[in-house]
């Protein structure tokens, strides 16, 4: 991976911004992971879908600290 690359994966996991909605509606994901990312509406959409992967409330799908927190190897 470039160093592009990280810088697209940084914004993508990050809060959303208008430029992550930018990028999306662009093709930027699609030409550099070679993946069809759907496009959402709004930036509201995308800022639902962080909370309800990265946030809360309740179950969270990717919580940022699992690899830390939760290793099956103990």
């Known amino acids: 991976m470039t160093k592009d690359n990280y810088e697209l994966l ?7 911004q208008a430029e992550l909605l930018k990028l999306i509606r662009d093709g930027v994901f699609d ?6 990312a759907p496009v959402p509406a709004d930036l509201e959409e995308l800022e639902v879908e962080y909370c309800r992967l990265f946030v809360g ?4 799908d990717v919580p940022p600290y699992e690899s830390v ?6």
């Open 57 to 60: 409330p309740g179950h969270v």
């Open 10 to 16: 940084s914004i993508a996991l990050s809060y959303p």
């Open 31 to 36: 030409e550099t992971f070679g993946k069809k």
């Open 69 to 74: 927190y939760n290793d099956d190897n103990d």
